[in-house]
């Protein structure tokens, strides 16, 4: 198994003159080795060619420069993941229901709890270009001529479980067994395909180790997320914020200009040989590995533009356009449940959607993973007692997200998908938008109600029944969600799936996209004396997954270990 390297800036330092003088020999490097070069390790390797350079090895060189050419038929895909798990009922998986915080039901597990304003013309379900959608919505519907909804949709209730799925797809996942050679992230299988041109393929701005209840301890190396599946330009590079991403870059450049001394040729030409055995498999491919890192480094390097790289992410008309203030660049810290906060080490989704879009106008990029900056910064948990205030219960409502969605989603993604339209692609006449494939997910969803039966049913006083009732959390993490594809290769105007209204849960849906006709279409009861279809189903985190890679025109099937198919219905025909 080839060996794996953790790459960061250092790696790309350039040696000063005084190091230089003091460049090992073949006979000390291998010499620091135990047994024989057998027990190079990559990072051996890599850190040999840091300090020394490549040999010049004409063919394997032009490969490389041939492999940052920015390809003609680009993809680009954006996943964007409000972490912390949006009310669904409210966005893209709708439910027209009484709001029981006003009209009080005699049976409290009956009750349905929206917001104080439910039922006023900003705060109730409409329909525009074909889709159905919530108030927390409304500021998007003009995307909705390119804009695909899954409203059929059911996940886990686990922060970290679930927003693992998110990345992996739908599989027997389990955190904290390390991930394996044949698993990929979305962004990974994506990036794995269409990486190989470009600098920096694969960006990313989530942190899973951000989450405040995962143990650090128990999720190193390769448990949980792990960054470094695939080939080493499907590998996941976390860009924090401008000032550390164009740091990177300039270091890239300024390498790029090291020259190669002659030694390092007789270094590698002398050891060609005893690499070579057999019983030196691994550190044949641990040379092999470092070899093509390295390569691949020195030459995207070479094509940086130190100019260009110097004005990326300031300009002061697209910061405007962006909503970008120096507060936006800032990174955040969280406490959860009373442990350590934690931070994701990046700027705002307005920052770094700006990054993105000059990103792929520089052809530096191809995938990007944009995430809500602030820890569970969509967890809106609530007790049914807040539902009210005073001595006269006044009514107060359920907790409205429309502020946090604004801020976190509509607003950078208008800004986002403006830019991405009025760019032409490389004098193809083509816009930058044609070639992209946006996601816009969460986690999960959340509750609008609480069954109190198991409540009533324990042996304890009714006083204590009551303050049970009143504490429950009527807010809280919920499997039933959605999510929506927004791009150029997307079946725009349209909308898969429904949740019933009296169950509260998805409806399946048919392999072309209708729902399965032995479900009532409002309530979302069996119908009498009906059953499920036998091909029907109720998408999750890997029908998305699939479907992210099949909009780029990737057959999703043994990319990673997901299980699932795509929805080719919301791929666009023709």
């Known amino acids: 198994m080839t060996d794996t390297c953790q790459l960061d800036e250092q790696i790309h330092s350039r040696p000063d003159q005084a190091a230089t003088s003091h460049w090992p020999s073949r006979r000390r490097f291998l010499g620091r080795t135990v047994g024989s070069v057998a027990g190079l390790t990559c990072a051996d390797f890599l850190s040999y060619f840091a300090a020394h350079g490549m040999p010049g090895e004409q063919q394997a060189t032009q490969m490389a420069a041939d492999a940052t050419h920015a390809a003609e038929d680009p993809h680009f895909l954006i996943y964007w993941y409000l972490e912390g798990g949006w009310c669904g009922y409210d966005m893209f998986n709708p439910v027209n229901t009484e709001n029981n915080v006003v009209h009080r039901l005699e049976n409290v597990s009956d009750e349905r709890y929206r917001v104080i304003d439910w039922g006023a013309d900003d705060h109730t379900i409409k329909t525009h270009n074909s889709i159905r959608y919530g108030y927390l919505a409304e500021p998007g519907k003009d995307l909705f001529g390119d804009m695909a909804v899954i409203s059929s949709m059911q996940t886990g209730a686990g922060h970290s479980r679930d927003r693992l799925k998110v990345h992996m797809g739908h599989y ?111 550190a044949v491919r641990s040379y092999h590995s470092a070899r093509k890192i390295y390569l691949q480094l020195a030459q995207s390097g070479r094509n940086l533009d130190r100019s260009q790289l110097a004005g990326l992410f300031q300009d002061p008309a697209l910061r405007e356009e962006f909503g970008v203030t120096a507060a936006d660049e800032l990174i955040t810290y969280r406490s959860v449940n009373g442990n350590k906060a934690r931070s994701k080490f990046s700027p705002n989704t307005n920052v770094q959607a700006q990054m993105s879009y000059e ?193 780029g025109g990737i057959d999703p099937k ?17």
């Open 558 to 574: 043994n990319k990673g270990r997901n299980e699932r198919p795509p929805m080719k219905f919301v791929v666009r025909s023709g």
């Open 172 to 282: 027997n996942l389990k955190q904290t067994e390390e991930r394996q050679e044949d698993e990929r992230s979305v962004m990974q299988a994506f990036a794995e395909q269409y990486g190989q041109p470009y600098v920096l393929p694969n960006l990313s701005w989530h942190w899973w180790l951000s989450d405040g209840e995962l143990n650090e301890v128990q999720y190193t190396g390769r448990r949980g997320y792990y960054h470094a599946l695939g080939p080493i330009h499907a590998h996941t590079i976390y860009a924090g914020t401008p000032a550390k991403l164009r740091k990177l870059l300039m270091r890239m450049e300024e390498t790029s200009g090291d020259q190669v001394a002659a030694h390092v040729d007789s270094f590698l030409q002398n050891a060609h040989s005893e690499i070579l055995k057999d019983d030196n498999i691994h």
């Open 359 to 551: 990103m792929m106008r520089a052809g530096l990029s191809c995938c990007f993973f944009i995430e809500s900056r602030d820890v569970r910064r969509f967890d809106s948990h609530n007790s049914r007692k807040n539902l009210w205030r005073g001595r006269d219960r006044t009514p107060v409502g359920n907790k409205d997200q429309t502020d946090m969605m604004a801020e976190d989603l509509w607003n950078p993604l208008h800004a986002l998908v403006n830019r991405l339209k009025n760019t032409e692609y490389k004098n193809t006449q083509t816009s930058l938008f044609e070639h992209t494939n946006i996601v816009i997910t969460s986690e999960f969803g959340r509750s609008i109600h609480g069954n109190v039966d198991g409540i009533l049913k324990k042996k304890i006083s009714e006083e204590k029944k009551q303050a049970e009732i009143g504490g429950q959390d009527i807010s809280a993490h919920w499997q039933v969600t959605s999510c929506a594809f927004l791009g150029g290769n997307v079946q725009g105007k349209s909308q898969y799936g429904r949740i019933g209204e009296a169950t509260l849960m998805a409806i399946p849906i048919m392999p072309d996209g209708s729902l399965d006709p032995a479900y009532d279409r409002t309530t979302g009861k069996l119908k009498p004396e009906q059953n499920k279809h036998k091909d029907s189903f109720i998408p999750n985190h890997g029908d998305v997954y699939a479907t992210a890679l099949a909009l």
